[in-house]
């Protein structure tokens, strides 16, 4: 497998509860290296831009309001594999679906509070990085 770069999102209901070493260490566990990670409060025109895929899917306004709710912490994810890595980490986007050891098994919520997003596919990863994260920012 080739290195490659991820992008990643600890979502509100996670940094809620104070969650977001637990997420990392499992993310570091399972050989990923974190070479980009800031927390900020996410704007309304931030998460609408991030999820316009979703724009017409009847859950956007939702998902929106959720990401705003509060803080978030953006990573960059470095390693062997790292989008297909990242999504085994973080399981089944439905909690009840998920493996038992991944994030969204132990921390999830609900389908909508999930506890972490991640990119799906390279040019994804790539456009996602991009959009929270400049150049200078990726020290890996």
């Keep these: 497998m080739a290195l490659e770069r991820t992008f990643s999102i600890i979502k509100p209901d996670a940094v809620r509860r104070n969650l977001i070493g637990k997420i990392v260490t499992k993310f570091e566990e399972a050989g990923l290296t974190v070479i980009a990670l800031k927390k900020i409060q996410m704007t309304r025109a931030q998460a609408e831009g991030f999820y316009a895929v979703h ?7 939702e998902l929106v309001e959720q990401m705003i709710a509060s803080p978030v912490v953006l990573q ?24 038992e050891g991944t994030i969204r098994k132990e921390f999830a ?32």
């Design 109 to 140: 919520l609900s389908i909508g509070e999930n506890s972490v997003h991640g990119s799906d596919a390279p040019e994804t990863a790539a456009e996602e990085i991009k959009y929270f994260f400049s150049d200078d920012e990726l020290v890996g």
């Design 76 to 99: 960059v994810l470095e390693g062997e594999g790292a989008i297909l890595k990242n999504r085994e980490v973080m399981g089944a986007t439905n909690p009840a679906n998920a493996v």
């Design 55 to 61: 724009k017409e899917r009847p859950f956007f306004g």
